[in-house]
Each structure stands twice: as C-alpha cells, then as structure tokens.
C-alpha cells in the first residue's frame, strides 16, 4: 500500500482561527492531527519558520506549508472528496469571500480582540477588564453583528440553505462572544443568529473541537 500523508494543523485548540480550519477538515471528514501550543507562552521557533506573522494556524501535508485560515479552509474543500463547503456559482463563492472578510476586518477586533479578551481572558490572567475598551468596541460589534443577522434573513446557513465555509469561519468567534454579557445583549436582539447558532451548535464537528478550559489554567 501507499503510505498514508497525514494532515498537521499547528496552533492551539481555543484559537478561534484555528477551530475555524479544524472545522473544515472535520467537516471534509479529513484525517488529521493537531499540533497544539500555548502561544501564551510564546510561539515556537518552527511555527515562526511556517507562519511569518505568528499567528495561528499553519497546515503541513507532506512538504506542502499553507497558513491563513481562508486559504486552509477552501484547500480543504477542494482538495479532498465529501460535502462540498462552497457553493457552486460564482455569486455564492464571493458571498463566503465577502463574510470571512468581514470577519476579519470589522468583527474580530471588538468582539474577539477587546470583548472577548477583556471579559473572559483577562480575569485568567488576573488582570481587570478594561471598562473603557469594551464599551468602546461594543457600537462596532453591534454593527457586525447586525450586518451578519441580515445575511440569514430567510436562510438555514449564511449563505443559503447548507453549511458552507463562512458559517465554519463565525461559529469559533460567535460561540466566544455569546460567553460575554456584551455579546449575550447583542445576540438577544439577533433572532436569526440565535436561530442559527441553535442549529449549528450541536454539530459533530462542532463537539469535536470544543475548546477544554481546563486546559488553559
């Protein structure tokens, strides 16, 4: 027989970028291992030598190295057999193009960067949230939020009626931010989110990679 190349997605577990790609390749039903480091505690040399802006994640399959989670999720849907996480038309493909950037851009950094590190990472590390910081990122959250909210106006998922990579690129960051006060306040006014969420929630690619707390100290 062959032998069997094998999938390493590196980075750590409770990274939302991270669950992002493991998302995909769950959801491909793709073998792979995860190489798991506290980037708390500073990021290994190789994972400077994959990834030059030392962030997370970087995938290796035998001696191909690719990083950013858009890049690692689309080269798993379209490299390995299984439900396909991009639609087939041109407008469906740029409607997922245009969300993970959203996210990038505009709902990473207040709900993620400041809500969700001053509310829930913070007072690990015993340090005080900062007041001023979250309530100035909650008007920008809101407005991400509310833009994602009208994208499922009359759909299953954020693009339609499957599941496609842009849901798999939220979920890791709504599943932190619903665990805040401010982000549990801005998805109660968010029907279609909660809806979406509910359905989402539960899926076995989602309980495969919940993040254990217990783990992060």
């Not at 769950?26 to 505690?41: G, I, P, S, W």
């Not at 396909?84 to 740029?94: E, I, K, T």
């Not at 005080?128 to 833009?147: N, R, S, T």
């Not at 849901?167 to 932190?176: E, I």
Request: glycine share 8%.
């Amino acid at each position: 027989g062959h032998l069997m190349v094998t999938s390493i997605l590196h980075g750590p577990a409770y990274s939302t970028y991270v669950r992002s790609a493991r998302l995909a390749l769950e959801e491909k039903d793709v073998a792979y291992e995860l190489d798991h480091f506290d980037f708390m505690e500073g990021f290994p040399p190789e994972q400077q030598a994959r990834r030059p802006f030392n962030r997370m994640p970087a995938l290796t399959r035998g001696d191909f190295t690719l990083y950013e989670t858009v890049a690692i999720g689309r080269y798993a849907d379209e490299a390995f057999d299984g439900p396909s996480l991009q639609p087939g038309d041109p407008q469906g493909r740029a409607r997922i193009t245009r969300i993970c950037s959203l996210l990038g851009c505009y709902a990473y950094s207040p709900a993620i960067g400041k809500i969700v590190i001053e509310r829930l990472v913070s007072p690990m590390l015993d340090w005080d949230p900062d007041e001023a910081l979250i309530a100035a990122a909650v008007p920008e959250a809101e407005k991400a939020y509310g833009v994602l909210e009208s994208f499922l106006a009359g759909r299953l998922f954020l693009v339609g009626d499957a599941l496609s990579l842009a849901d798999l690129h939220l979920a890791p960051n709504y599943a932190y931010f619903l665990m805040t006060p401010e982000g549990e306040a801005i998805t109660r006014k968010a029907p279609n989110l909660r809806r979406w969420w509910d359905n989402i929630k539960g899926r076995d690619a989602m309980m495969r990679t919940r993040p254990d707390f217990s783990a992060a100290g």
